[in-house]
């Protein structure tokens, strides 16, 4: 993906996923952008026509991956692909950056995500002080 911020990794796949498509497209590239910047973002397009990951491939995504799960600032999914959203689900609660699942159809709207500045919100407790509870 051409059209993203050079801070943002935009990876498109489709069909399945070798540990070949790893070593020559995702590797390289996520080495490369880690050079440019301590704080990327990653936007992971699966298309309709992506068939999953062969087993060397899941092999490397999960080694590779651990390596560099503190260096993005945020990551947005786009997939239409239920288990799969479901699992990056369940992992971004993990992750200390912003995950994001779009639909398939919601690509555009993920773009505009992952390229917008992050603004940090800062939540106020009020303080207790007559010894009931928060509201």
Known sequence: MNDLPNNVLGVSAEGK?????????????????????KRNRLLYHLGSNFDGFDPNAKMIDAKFGMNYLSAWDKIALVSDHRMINDFARFFGYLLSCEVCIFKEADLE???KWISEKKIKKVEEKKNDTDGGEFN
């Open 17 to 37: 996923i070798s540990r070949l498509d790893y070593e020559t497209v995702s590797i390289p590239a996520i080495k490369k952008i880690m050079k440019m910047s």
């Open 109 to 111: 709207e993920a773009k």
